[in-house]
């Protein structure tokens, strides 16, 4: 790694450091793993950049075998470790006596989750790519602990403290415990579920809310949050119709985080939607299901078309996404012309859209 000026970067170099514009910036204005290209390197000149930290100073290219990518939200061996541990609650809390049992598998979750803040507050300008722990087998595990992941990532945009962190992510870890209370047949259904059926659904969160405070497992925070996560901002959401502020700061985080995990994983009824295509559901959901605030915190935090990703429009043309200082509609480099296009500010460009990611390879 070597600082070198600005005038001295070439295509082709690695920026080793990510590059912000201000210390207040929780994204870098430039992520490091980034090839530069000389798009790129105008416009870390126009900012007023002076220097930049590279891994390849004498200018020659070198080959890279993947799009530069958010960095991983858990290690594997973390992963699993938290995964381990909600089966345990979740097989405990599904036993006759919970109390006892309980209570030592919660010790473990706080164990889990505080390591969880450690890596998130690790990193100050991670986003979130959360398709490492997906999977259609253990959905509840996988979903609960990709809610985690993402509540914590808002959190993290919110200002939270670490002791913050630490119960706001136990409350999400937690947020489904109460699916222990419904038939398993319902819980693994394949199929949508009926009236009768999602009614008994729905019982999940005061179920969840009785079992916590019962064994005195949490806070009233942790305990409200799991109430109200299916609370709406309209007063449409149940278990008690509640409207604003009146739900819990952790139901409104948690109820985000909760609708885009489940809009994005694989289910038998549906397929998965597309990231960007979620975040425009919820973002159409703003003011009427979902607090406006938590939204922005979980788009600010999502990585939704990386750097360097190739991409698909909708004329039928694949794209390098070059920069997504916009995420939602990023600036492109047309992979037959090698056009640069910007989707956002480009009045020309309003009826292209991006259609999905089609890989992780970079282009050449």
């Known amino acids: 790694m070597k600082l070198i000026l600005a005038e001295e970067l070439e295509s082709g170099m690695t920026l080793a450091q990510d590059l912000f514009l ?25 900012r007023g950049f002076r220097n930049a930290y590279v891994e390849n100073a004498s200018g020659e290219k070198e080959e890279r ?23 345990d609650m979740f097989t405990t809390f599904s036993s006759e006596d919970v109390h006892e049992a309980a209570v030592q598998v919660v010790k473990r979750l706080d164990k889990v989750v505080d390591q ?9 300008n991670a986003l979130v790519n959360i398709n490492d722990l997906k999977s259609y087998d253990d959905y509840t595990y996988h979903h609960s602990l990709s809610v985690a992941v993402l509540a914590l ?17 136990m409350c999400a870890m937690m947020h489904d415990i109460g699916k222990t209370a419904i038939p ?9 579920l009926d009236s009768n059926e999602l009614n008994l ?21 942790i305990w409200q949050g799991v109430l109200g996560h299916h609370e709406k901002m309209d007063g449409t959401g149940y278990p008690y119709g509640l409207k604003g502020k009146d739900i819990s700061e952790w139901s409104r985080i948690i109820s985000v985080a909760d609708v885009y995990d489940a809009l994005t994983s694989n289910r038998p009824y549906r397929k998965p939607m597309e990231p960007a295509e979620a975040i425009e559901y919820i973002m159409g959901g703003s003011g009427s299901s979902f607090d406006f605030d938590m939204v922005q915190a979980l788009v600010k935090k999502i ?46 460009c309003l009826s292209i859209v991006i259609k999905r990611i089609v890989d992780e390879t970079v282009l050449s």
Do not use: C, W
């Open 303 to 348: 990585d939704l078309y990386p750097v360097g990703s190739r991409v698909e429009l909708s004329n039928g043309k694949f794209a390098e996404v070059v920069d997504n200082e916009n995420q939602m509609r990023p600036i492109i480099r047309i992979e037959d012309t090698g056009e640069v296009l910007d989707l956002f500010r480009d009045r020309s």
């Open 153 to 169: 990532s808002m959190g993290h945009r919110l200002g939270y403290n670490h002791k913050r962190l630490n119960e706001l992510g």
């Open 65 to 87: 075998a993947s799009t530069p990518q958010s960095l991983p939200v858990l290690d594997p061996e973390l992963r699993d470790e938290a995964l381990d541990t909600l089966e």
């Open 22 to 46: 201000s210390e207040d910036d929780a994204s870098p204005f430039i992520s490091r793993g980034i090839i530069l290209n000389d798009y790129v390197i105008e416009k870390i000149k126009k």
């Open 116 to 124: 969880m803040v450690d890596s998130i507050l690790s990193e100050r």
């Open 184 to 192: 398993v047949e319902i819980i693994r259904k394949t199929t949508r």
């Open 201 to 221: 659904i729905k019982t999940h969160s005061t179920a969840g809310y009785s079992y916590l405070t019962k064994a005195n497992i949490g806070n009233e925070d």
